[in-house]
Every structure is written in structure tokens, then in C-alpha cells.
């Protein structure tokens, strides 16, 4: 059936190949500029949220196959906004707990829609390439989530070391923690101490270094044999 069509922007980056490096973009802008310099501003961090909904909204609409399973597919990041606000505002264990499952699934939707992108039918091209990079940070971006909930409601769960500057949040501080993890840099001045932590921690390091040689490897070698055949 023919997709849905929705908002121009956010549209095209999932209607042709070229919006996964808008992806790319955004998410590094989020990641390494937003997130450090803004993230202990709460507001900020709400209009964030409603951002990715509709982002993924867009991507839902576009690429499913019906309206029908377009609007089930939607209950997910409309779930992500609302559980958010209750648990701000009313912080209890069930609130809490549901709002982690719901903001992991909701990242993991994210991610199997743009591994849909990587993967639908024609040559690989350096846009796909961009595409599993994306991916590799939607990754980097649900450790984070988890790190910061396990720090927050277990206790002793991570040594944190807090930098003096007034721009610095756990958001701030976990999302750099999971890259320097996902890349197997590690600089010491968060360590995982409870059992838990410590075995996510192994899984994203195991699975950073997985990842690029697997699936970002093979890419990059398809789109260079393509390459070859044309010439």
C-alpha cells in the first residue's frame, strides 16, 4: 500500500537514503553539544523528548505499510512522552520502572526503523553506511538511560566523579560514560560497582566492538564491491 505521508521535514529524512546522515547530524549535535551543555536544564530535556516523538512519529508513518499498523506502531513513543511526565510528577517505583521500559523500547523502535532504511532493497551506498553509524549511537544513547536509572535507584550502584562545571547532569555524564564504554576507551572517573551494572557494562563493550566489525564492516565492503561492478 502506498506509505503514509506526513510533515515535510522529518519526512525526508526517512524517505530517501540521504536523510540518514540528517540523522547522523542531529544525533551528533544532540550527543556532544546538546546533551553536555544543556542537559541540567529540565525543560530543555522535556521539548527534547516531544523532538524524538515526533521524529519517530514521521519514521512510523512512513514506513509502515498501513495506517492501521502505523497507529498501533505510534501507541509506543506516545506512551514514552506520557510515562515521562507522570513519573516527573508522581515518582513512584511502578512509574519509574514503566517509564525505563518504555524509553528503552521506544530507542529500540527507533533503531529497528533505521536499520529498515539500512536494509531495504537496492545497492549499498555510503548512506547506509551512515545509517548503521546511527544505529551505533541510538546504542550508546539506551546505556545511558539504563547507567542513569541504576545510579539513581541503587544506591552505590556507580562511583561517580562530578565535574565543577555548572552545564554538567547525570544525563551529561552517563551519555559519555556509555560512549567511552561502546568504544572501549575508559578514563576511570565513573566506575560500576554493583554486580549489574557491571555485567551491562561488559555487554555494551562487548557489543561495541562487535558491532563495527560485523555490521559497519560488511557495509563498507558491500558498497565498495558495488563500486567496483559499476566501474
Known amino acids: 500500500m502506498e506509505r503514509i505521508k506526513k510533515y515535510r521535514f522529518l519526512n525526508h529524512l526517512w524517505d530517501q537514503e540521504s ?48 495506517r492501521k499498523q502505523a497507529v498501533l506502531i505510534s501507541i509506543v513513543p506516545v506512551l514514552f512522552i ?16 514503566t517509564d525505563l ?17 539500512v536494509f531495504e532493497p537496492g545497492p549499498i551506498t555510503s548512506y547506509r553506511v551512515i545509517g548503521s553509524v546511527v544505529v ?19 544506591e552505590g550502584s556507580f562511583q561517580v566523579t562530578l565535574p565543577p562545571f555548572e552545564s554538567n547532569s547525570l544525563d551529561a555524564n552517563f551519555m559519555y560514560f556509555s560512549y567511552i564504554t561502546i568504544t572501549t576507551t575508559g578514563f576511570g572517573e565513573i566506575v560500576p560497582l554493583h554486580p549489574m551494572a557491571r555485567a551491562l557494562v561488559q555487554v555494551e563493550a562487548f557489543i561495541g566492538v562487535l558491532y563495527p566489525v560485523i555490521l559497519i564492516g560488511r557495509l563498507v565492503s558491500d558498497a565498495n564491491s558495488g563500486s567496483q561492478k559499476e566501474n
Open 82 to 97: 506520557v510515562f515521562g511526565w507522570i513519573s516527573a510528577f508522581n515518582p513512584t517505583p511502578f512509574t519509574i520502572l
Open 19 to 66: 536523510g540518514l546522515s540528517g540523522m547522523l547530524i542531529l544525533l551528533f549535535v544532540m550527543h556532544f553539544v546538546l546533551i553536555p551543555m544543556f542537559g541540567s536544564f529540565s525543560f530543555f530535556l522535556v521539548v527534547l523528548n516531544i523532538f524524538w516523538m515526533l521524529f519517530l512519529m514521521a519514521g512510523i508513518f512512513a514506513l509502515s505499510k498501513s
Open 136 to 154: 551505533y549511537m541510538l546504542m550508546a544513547n539506551i546505556w545511558a538511560i539504563v547507567y542513569q536509572f541504576f545510579y539513581l535507584h541503587i
Open 101 to 117: 521500559i518504555i524509553s528503552i523500547s521506544t530507542f529500540l523502535l527507533l533503531i529497528v526503523l533505521v536499520l529498515l532504511k
